[in-house]
C-alpha cells in the first residue's frame, strides 16, 4: 500500500539519518529566513486588505490618486457654552501642534487672506460688477499710498474730481463712470471707519471649522503614514496628545480631545498588540507548564518549540515567495501555527513516549512515525485545505491569509513529524549515552533488524498497549449509552440557540472599554452630522455638482452635503469674463501691509480734507440734475465720510486716531484687492482654503460632492441603506463606506461560503484517508456536534461572531476533526476495545493547551480579541470532549461504525499487523 510505503520511508528517513535530517531542516530554515528578511515586506494599511481587482476598490484608489489621503485625525473641542474660548485653545493648539514634526497639515481655520482669495467667486454677480466698476481707483490708490502716505491717496482723489469738474463735459458716459467711480473708491478708502459697511476695509476674524450644532471646534490633522511597520502613526499620536493634555491644562472649561478613523486603528493595534504580548507570554508559560508536567518531561517540549520556530522561518520564506508580504489579517498565520504547531508535537511526543515505556529509542521513534504520520497528515492537511479554500473569496486579505496559513500549517506537519523525530532522538541517545543507559528491550520477544543493530518489535502498538490497558478501567455499555444520551441531550439543548446566534459588524464595538478616541466618535456623532465618514461622487462640472446635491437634497438617508458650492457661485459666462476682468485690472505690485514707512500720517490734516469734501458736493449738486437719489446715495455717503474725517482731524484729541485709521483703512484695503486680484487669477483650486481644497477639488480639475449619513453607519443596516442611497444617486460613488460595506459583505460571503465548502474537503480528505464512508460520517458528525456545541454555547454567553474572530473557526474545524481522525486512527489499532492510551492524553492535551493558550485573552481589553477567546476556548473544549468521551463512546457501542467486531471480542491490534512487517 503507498501510504504504508510513505510511512516506511519516512520512518527510514527520521530513524536512519537522523544528523542529516536536522541539518537539512536548518539549512532550509536559516535561507528561508534570510530570504524572507530581505523581500518580506509588512504593509499596515488597511486598504491593502482589499483585492484591488474589485471595483469598488478600483474606484476608492481612483478617488484617493485625484484627492489624495483624505483619513484626517481631528482634534475636537467641545465649547461647552463658551465659543470664545474654545477658539483660544483651538489657536492654542494649532501653535503647538504646527512644532510637531511629522504633521504635513494641521488645518483649524480659514484665515483673512484665504477668505479675500475665495471672495471673486464667492461674492454675488452684482458685487463684482460694482467692484470693479471702482477698478479705475486700484492701481493709483496702491501708487500714491506707497509714496504719499494717507495725503497721497486724497491728492489723487482730488485730482481726479478737479477733472470731472473741468472735464467732464468733454468724457463720455463710461469715462466719467470710470474716473468718478475710482475718486470715490479711493475716498471711500481713506474715510472707512470699523462697521461702516465698506468690507475692504474692515478686519475679517478667522473662521473657525465647527460642528453644524456650533458646539464642537475642530483642527484636522493629516499625520505622515508609515505603513511598513505596526505603529503607523503611533509615535505621532504621542506628541499630539502631549500637546492636547498641556493645552487642556490651560483652558480647563472646554474638552479637547482626539479622534478619527486612524486614530481609532491606531488605538486598536495598540490595545490588541499589548493584550496580544501579555496573553502570549504568560500563554506560553503555562502551555510549557502543562505540556511538560502531562508528558513528565522538560526537554521534549522545548525540543518542539525549537522545531517550531524552524516552522516559523520556513513559513516566513513561503511567504516571502508566495505573496511578498504580510497584511493585518495574514500576521494571525503566527496564531495558527502555534496551535497547529504545538498539536502536532505533541502527538509526536506523546506516541514516542508511549512506545519509549517498552522500545529502545529508534525502535520507539519509528513506531511512533507509523501510527502517528497519517493522522498528523491527515489532519494538517483538512485544516490546510479549509485555509486554501480562502483563494476562492473576494476578500483578498483572507486570500494571503489562507495562502500563508495553509502553507505553514504543510510545513509544520512535515517538520514536526519528521525532523522533530530526528531531534529527538540525537538528543535522547546522547542522554543515554552520558548516562550509560541501556536500551530497553520489549517485553514481547523482538527481533534483530538490519537498521543499525537495533531491536523492533513484532508489535510495536500492542506491546505499548498492553501496560496501558491494565492501567484504565473498561468501559460499560451502560456508561456508553448514558454518554451517548447525555451528549444527544446536550446537542439539541444547545443546538436551538444556534439561530440567535449574531455577526457582529460594528467596529465600535469590538473596542477596549474607555479609549478616549471612541468616547468622542459617540459624542460627535451625538451632536451633529460631523462624521469622520463620508461617501464622495466624483463630479468634472459644477453643473455636475449642482445636480448631485439637489438630488442628494431629496435622499431622507443624506444629513448633509459638502460641495465647492458650498463656498462659491456657480460659474456662468458672465462671472468668468468679470473675474478674468477683475484679475487683469489687480494684477499690480505687491504693497505692503503697513505703509508707515512711506509718508507719516500726519500729513492728513484738515483744511485737505474739506477742501476735497467742497469738490464732491459741487459734483453731487451737478449729477443730482440728471441722477435719481438712489444713485446719488453713494457719492452722498463718501461726502458724509469726509466730513466726520474733518472734524476728527479738527479736534486735537482725535487728530492721531484719525489718522491711523485713515492709514489703516488704505492698508487693509489695499491689502483686500491684492489678495482678491490673486484669487481672480487663480484656478478654482488654488483659490479654495487649504483646509478644505483637498476636500472639494482634485489637481486635474475635478470636483468632490461629499455626502453624510443622517444616521450612525457603524451599524450594518443603516451603513448598507447609506450605501444604497449613494448608488442610487450616482452608481460610481466612493468612500469609506462602500469600502467598510463591500469589506464586510465580502468576509460574511466568505466565511459562509468556506465553512461550507470546508466540510466538503474535510469530508474528501478524510475519507480518503479512512478509505470508508461510514468512519468519515463518523468523524464528520462528531466535529458537527463539537462545532454545535460551540455555537450554542457562545449564544447562550451572548458572544458574537465578528471581524475579529471569525477565522477561528476554521481553525476549530481543523483541530476538531484532527482530534477526531487520530481517535479513529488508534481506535483501528486495536484501542477501541477498552482504551485508547497515549492518544486521548495527547488529544486531550492538545485541547488544554489550545484553551489555555486562548484563553489568555479572556483577559484583554479589546473585546474584539475577548470575543476570540471565548470562541477558541469553548470551540476546543466542545470539541475535544466530543472526540474523547462522545467518540469513543459510539465506537464501543456501535463497532459497525467502523468496521470494526464487537469490542469484547477484539483481542489483536488489526493496523499493528499491518504495520508489523514494515518494521
Not at 470699523?194 to 450644532?213: C, I, K, N
Not at 537498521?451 to 455499555?477: I, K, M, V, Y
Request: glycine share 8%.
Amino acid at each position: 500500500m503507498w501510504r504504508a510505503q510513505l510511512v516506511r520511508r519516512v520512518a527510514d528517513l527520521a530513524t536512519g539519518w537522523p544528523y542529516s535530517v536536522i541539518v537539512a531542516t536548518l539549512a532550509i530554515s536559516m535561507l528561508s529566513a534570510l530570504y524572507a528578511s530581505r523581500n518580506l515586506t509588512l504593509d499596515a494599511n488597511t486598504d491593502s486588505l482589499i483585492s484591488i481587482d474589485r471595483p469598488f476598490m478600483q474606484r476608492y484608489r481612483e478617488f484617493m490618486r485625484e484627492f489624495g489621503d483624505l483619513e484626517y485625525l481631528y482634534v475636537a473641542v467641545d465649547a461647552r457654552g463658551d465659543p470664545e474660548m474654545a477658539r483660544s485653545a483651538i489657536d492654542a493648539l494649532t501653535i503647538k501642534l504646527a512644532e510637531v514634526p511629522g504633521l504635513p497639515a494641521v488645518h483649524a481655520h480659514i484665515n483673512e487672506d484665504e477668505q479675500w482669495r475665495l471672495a471673486p467667486r464667492a461674492m454675488a454677480t452684482e458685487s463684482l460688477q460694482s467692484l470693479l466698476g471702482a477698478s479705475d481707483g486700484f492701481a493709483p490708490l496702491a501708487r500714491s499710498a506707497s509714496h504719499g502716505g494717507s495725503l497721497g491717496v486724497l491728492e489723487e482723489a482730488r485730482e481726479r474730481l478737479s477733472r470731472l469738474q473741468t472735464d467732464g463735459f468733454a468724457l463720455n458716459e463710461v469715462q466719467r463712470e470710470r474716473l468718478g467711480g475710482g475718486a470715490l473708491f479711493m475716498l471711500r478708502s481713506l474715510t472707512a471707519r470699523l462697521g461702516d459697511g465698506f468690507e475692504l476695509a474692515q478686519p475679517r476674524p478667522a473662521q473657525y471649522l465647527v460642528s453644524t450644532s456650533g458646539q464642537f471646534f475642530f483642527i484636522e490633522i493629516l499625520p505622515r503614514k508609515d505603513f511598513a511597520g505596526l505603529a503607523t502613526i503611533e509615535p505621532i499620536l504621542a506628541d499630539i496628545r502631549e500637546v492636547i493634555r498641556d493645552v487642556q491644562f490651560r483652558f480647563p472649561t472646554v474638552d479637547i480631545g482626539l479622534t478619527g478613523k486612524p486614530v481609532l486603528q491606531a488605538d486598536e493595534l495598540a490595545t490588541t498588540n499589548e493584550d496580544m504580548t501579555r496573553g502570549t507570554v504568560v500563554a506560553a508559560i503555562l502551555v510549557a507548564i502543562l505540556t511538560m508536567w502531562t508528558l513528565g518531561s522538560l526537554v521534549r517540549p522545548l525540543l518542539v518549540m525549537g522545531m517550531l520556530a524552524l516552522t516559523f522561518a520556513c513559513t516566513y520564506g513561503a511567504a516571502a515567495v508566495l505573496v511578498g508580504r504580510l497584511n493585518l489579517l495574514s500576521l494571525v498565520f503566527m496564531l495558527v501555527l502555534v496551535s497547529a504547531g504545538v498539536d502536532y508535537g505533541i502527538h509526536t511526543v506523546a506516541r514516542y513516549t508511549e512506545f519509549r515505556l517498552r522500545l529502545p529509542v529508534r525502535a520507539a521513534m519509528r513506531a511512533a512515525i507509523v501510527a502517528n504520520t497519517i493522522p498528523t497528515w491527515v489532519g494538517a492537511l483538512t485544516s490546510a485545505s479549509v485555509f486554501l479554500l480562502a483563494l476562492g473569496t473576494e476578500f483578498g486579505g483572507l486570500r494571503e491569509l489562507g495562502l500563508i496559513a495553509g502553507t505553514g500549517l504543510i510545513a509544520c506537519a512535515i517538520i514536526l513529524t519528521i525532523a522533530l523525530p530526528s531531534l529527538i532522538i540525537v538528543v535522547d541517545e546522547w542522554r543515554e549515552r552520558r548516562r550509560g543507559a541501556l536500551p530497553v528491550a520489549c517485553g514481547r520477544a523482538s527481533v534483530e533488524t538490519n537498521t543499525g543493530g537495533h531491536f523492533f518489535p513484532d508489535d510495536p502498538c500492542a506491546c505499548a498497549d498492553s501496560s496501558l490497558r491494565s492501567r484504565e478501567a473498561p468501559q460499560s455499555d451502560r456508561q456508553d449509552r448514558r454518554t451517548l444520551i447525555a451528549g444527544a441531550a446536550l446537542t439539541l439543548s444547545l443546538a436551538a440557540a444556534i439561530p440567535w446566534l449574531t455577526f457582529e459588524t460594528n467596529l465600535l464595538r469590538l473596542q477596549a472599554d474607555g479609549l478616549d478616541s471612541i468616547a468622542w466618535e459617540h459624542r460627535i456623532l451625538e451632536d451633529s452630522v460631523s462624521a469622520s465618514w463620508f461617501g464622495g461622487i466624483i463630479c468634472s462640472s459644477q453643473v455636475e455638482v449642482a445636480d448631485v446635491v439637489q438630488r442628494a437634497q431629496g435622499e431622507p438617508l443624506i444629513a448633509a452635503t459638502h460641495s465647492v458650492l458650498d463656498l462659491v457661485q456657480s460659474d456662468t459666462a458672465q462671472r468668468v469674463e468679470l473675474r478674468e476682468k477683475l484679475g487683469t485690472a489687480l494684477d499690480m505690485p505687491r504693497v505692503g501691509r503697513s505703509l508707515a514707512s512711506a509718508t507719516p500720517p500726519t500729513d492728513l490734516n484738515e483744511q485737505a480734507v474739506l477742501e476735497v469734501h467742497t469738490q464732491l458736493q459741487g459734483l453731487i449738486a451737478m449729477a443730482s440734475l440728471s441722477r435719481s437719489g438712489e444713485e446719488l446715495s453713494h457719492m452722498r455717503r463718501v461726502e458724509g465720510a469726509l466730513k466726520t474725517l474733518a472734524a476728527d482731524l479738527a479736534d486735537p484729541s482725535r487728530r492721531a486716531e484719525a489718522r491711523d485709521r485713515a492709514s489703516t483703512a488704505i492698508t487693509r484695503t489695499i491689502h483686500a484687492l491684492d489678495q482678491i486680484g490673486r484669487g481672480a487669477r487663480a484656478t478654482l483650486r488654488e483659490s479654495l482654503p487649504s483646509a478644505v481644497r483637498d476636500h472639494l477639488v482634485a489637481d486635474d480639475g475635478n470636483m468632490l460632492v461629499s455626502l453624510f449619513p443622517k444616521e450612525d453607519i457603524w451599524e450594518f443596516k443603516p451603513m448598507e441603506e447609506f450605501v444604497a442611497a449613494l448608488r442610487e444617486i450616482d452608481p460610481s460613488a466612493t468612500g469609506v463606506p462602500m469600502t467598510v460595506y463591500e469589506s464586510v459583505v465580502d468576509m460574511r460571503s466568505a466565511f459562509v461560503a468556506m465553512s461550507a465548502w470546508s466540510v466538503v474537503v474535510i469530508a474528501l480528505v478524510v475519507w480518503i484517508d479512512l478509505r470508508s464512508t461510514t468512519a468519515t460520517v463518523t468523524c464528520l458528525a462528531c466535529l458537527a456536534l463539537g462545532m454545535a456545541w460551540t455555537f450554542g454555547a457562545l449564544t447562550l454567553l451572548g458572544v458574537s461572531l465578528n471581524l475579529a474572530n471569525f477565522f477561528s473557526v476554521p481553525m476549530l474545524l481543523g483541530f476538531g476533526i484532527d482530534s477526531c481522525v487520530h481517535v479513529i486512527h488508534r481506535a483501528r489499532e486495536g484501542g477501541a476495545s477498552r482504551t485508547f492510551g497515549w492518544t486521548t492524553r495527547a488529544v486531550v492535551l492538545s485541547a488544554v493547551t489550545t484553551a489555555v493558550g486562548f484563553g489568555t485573552l479572556l483577559f484583554a481589553s479589546h473585546k474584539g480579541l475577548q470575543s476570540l477567546g471565548w470562541v477558541m476556548c469553548i470551540g476546543s473544549s466542545a470539541c475535544v470532549i466530543c472526540a474523547v468521551v462522545v467518540l469513543p463512546a459510539a465506537l464501543r457501542r456501535f463497532p459497525a461504525l467502523l468496521g470494526l467486531p464487537p469490542a469484547d471480542a477484539l483481542t489483536t491490534s488489526p493496523k499493528a499487523e499491518r504495520v508489523a512487517p514494515h518494521l
